[in-house]
């Protein structure tokens, strides 16, 4: 069992908030999908063997891409991929690209699962963040893909906006508990060093919202959810139902993927891998045959501490047995030792052999998560 990532690093405009590795403007979309085909002739092997069971289009903005392409991508994946055996197949839109007719080409292909940036119904917060869609673009958008026969159809939120008070982001929430979607994500905002938000706030142009407000919107973002019916999941993914988001969810049950495309990340328990963060470089590297990634072993250490910062993120939380049989007892003795003050102040609480961080922990995990790593 595997799953297969698909970097698409296409963007119309760029958001203030965002670092991930995107280029606007490239007119060189189907190379880099015909780039994405031999890479994957090149690099599947890494697989050994493992079924791919989660596929996940994420960008940048694959829904930039034409349906033509994504036929084109799909056909060349499939000769190697039983689109049916897979659990999930997910694609992330921005809303202002889906039309009627973009919806339904959507739902020609293998996908099964839309995963879609709103980030505020509020179309003074999309101004600011330079989104290119209005909320009613967004709400249009979601039943385009519901018309279309979508069912499993996730949003993302983010809170913590300068001047965002709790009034404002239970309009928010309200909106999103209206359009009755079986997932939702949300994010608190971050200043990204190098982009555009973070030299806003260096120049004094806007204040970032103080932890103790964040605390509030996340507790109401919590507490909203919570009593209409979702599973808070993951810290920041609320599911009804069970519908969580499969191939994100294996990230954090440390289950192998292969990452494709220009600064992409793959890891196989073993190796951590990570593409060249270069349009133009991966693409003519790619066409020579030729990998372009930068490669990590993995110590017993690091991967313990992957396991901490991934297993503590979710409701299921840490398998203690799992620790003691991967990296030995002493381990596990070490990982309790850490989490007794956590564990004393309610933050964390230990059932079955399980290390779990509390609901009140849960804004504070970074912190808790930190304290349990391992530094030899």
């Not at 897979?86 to 009627?100: G, H, L, Q």
């Not at 990570?274 to 990590?296: M, P, V």
Request: hydrophobic share 40%; charged share 25%; with cysteine.
């Amino acid at each position: 069992m595997a799953g297969l990532y698909l970097h698409i690093p296409f963007c119309r405009t760029r958001c203030i908030y965002c670092d991930f590795y995107s280029t606007v403007g490239e007119a060189v979309q189907e190379r880099y999908v015909d780039a994405l085909l031999r890479e994957w002739e090149l690099r599947r092997n890494e697989l050994a063997g493992e079924t791919v069971d989660t596929i996940y289009l994420g960008g940048g903005t694959p829904s930039q891409l034409s349906p033509a392409l994504l036929h084109r991508l799909f056909d060349g994946l499939g000769s190697d991929i039983d689109y049916a055996a897979c659990r999930e197949i997910t694609f992330e839109a921005n809303p202002d690209d889906i039309t009627a007719a973009y919806a339904e080409a959507l739902a020609s292909l293998p996908i099964d699962r839309i995963s879609m940036g709103v980030q505020s119904f509020s179309d003074d917060d999309l101004r600011f963040l330079r989104r290119r869609h209005t909320a009613a673009q967004a709400i249009a958008a979601v039943e385009c893909c519901r018309r279309a026969g979508f069912k499993r159809i996730s949003i993302d939120l983010i809170y913590g906006l300068p001047h965002q008070m709790p009034a404002s982001w239970e309009a928010n929430l309200r909106q999103a508990l209206a359009l009755d979607l079986p997932h939702l994500s949300a994010y608190n905002l971050i200043y990204e060093e190098g982009t555009p938000l973070d030299r806003l706030r260096r120049a004094g142009e806007v204040q970032e919202c103080d932890d103790t407000l964040s605390l509030r919107l996340f507790e109401q973002l919590r507490d909203t959810l919570t009593a209409a019916g979702y599973e808070q999941y993951e810290i920041s993914n609320f599911a009804r139902s069970g519908a969580y988001a499969l191939h994100n969810t294996s990230y954090w049950q440390d289950v192998p993927y292969l990452g494709l495309g220009a600064a992409a990340h793959s890891y196989d328990r073993k190796f951590r891998r990570r593409n060249i963060a270069d349009l133009h470089r991966y693409i003519a590297g790619i066409e020579a045959g030729e990998t372009c990634y930068e490669e990590e072993r993995l110590d017993a250490d690091t991967r313990y501490n992957d396991r901490i910062i991934t297993a503590l993120r979710t409701m299921w939380g840490l398998d203690l047995d799992g620790v003691a049989a991967d990296f030995g007892e002493e381990r596990r003795a070490y990982c309790l030792r850490m989490a007794a003050p956590h564990l004393q102040a309610g933050l964390c609480e230990c059932r079955d052999n399980r290390l779990r961080i509390t609901p009140n922990g849960l804004f504070v995990s970074d912190g808790i998560m930190a304290d349990l790593l391992y530094v030899g």
